[in-house]
T-cell receptor, first 115, second 115 residues
Framework: AQSVTQLGSHVSVSEGALVLLRCNYS??????LFWYVQYPNQGLQLLLK??????LVKGINGFEAEFKKSETSFHLTKPSAHMSDAAEYFC?????????????FGKGTLLTVNP | ETGVTQTPRHLVMGMTNKKSLKCEQH?????MYWYKQSAKKPLELMFV???????ENNSVPSRFSPECPNSSHLFLHLHTLQPEDSALYLC??????????????FGPGTRLTVL
């Protein structure tokens, strides 16, 4: 079964600083990888997904992630944090099984942005 | 309405009550999911429906009873719940059977409190 590890349950950055949220997945070919964001009292919203077309994936709100097969990583970055980025971020991997494609989520990383 | 909607958004119930959560997707998808999100725990997949057929039940207690009358609607019937069942219940939908890169779309969730 697939698994996802998010290093750091809580990351705190200053406004304008680099955001780096880490995600490592268990090895599989091909991996289907996703980043979701959850704002308080809301559901999950897709930030970006890896589709094998390019190793650097650009998403919404200025976020991007780089797929590194050698490191089994799919870390999420944003060059300059904004107060509105404060939320919980989830990395997820999709596995195929029978007629279903199940998403396995990491435990999430809570991002706080300090003024 | 667009996307995935869930009602009610908040629900408080006693352990002897019977209530139902409703989810509706307006995306024309063929798969629907129930997740449980508890504090400090990863998202837990509860049930999967594909073309109205239940294809996954992750050892969920029988006090949770799902129903999928058609591919757009999903219910979660609740009875004799326990306080530890208090959580955010998220519904999601996706289009499966084609690209494995298709993401799941989430509703805003129902915040359930069991007294």
């Amino acid at each position: 079964a697939q698994s996802v590890t998010q290093l750091g349950s809580h990351v705190s950055v200053s406004e304008g600083a680099l955001v780096l949220l880490r995600c490592n997945y268990s090895s599989s070919v091909p991996p289907y990888l996703f980043w979701y964001v959850q704002y308080p009292n809301q559901g999950l919203q897709l930030l970006l997904k890896y589709t094998s077309a390019a190793t650097l994936v650009k998403g919404i709100n200025g976020f991007e992630a780089e797929f590194k097969k050698s490191e089994t990583s799919f870390h999420l970055t944003k060059p300059s944090a904004h107060m509105s980025d404060a939320a919980e971020y989830f990395c997820a991997v999709k596995e195929s099984g029978g007629s279903n494609y199940k998403l396995t989520f990491g435990k999430g990383t809570l991002l706080t942005v300090n003024p | 309405e667009t996307g995935v909607t869930q009602t009610p958004r908040h629900l408080v119930m006693g352990m002897t009550n019977k209530k139902s959560l409703k989810c509706e997707q307006h995306l024309g998808h063929n798969a629907m999911y129930w997740y449980k999100q508890s504090a400090k725990k990863p998202l837990e997949l509860m049930f999967v429906y594909n073309f109205k057929e239940q294809t996954e039940n992750n050892s969920v207690p029988s006090r949770f009873s799902p129903e999928c009358p058609n591919s757009s609607h999903l219910f979660l019937h609740l009875h004799t719940l326990q306080p530890e069942d208090s959580a955010l219940y998220l519904c999601a939908s996706s289009q499966e059977g084609g690209s494995a890169y298709n993401e799941q779309f989430f509703g805003p969730g129902t915040r359930l409190t069991v007294l």
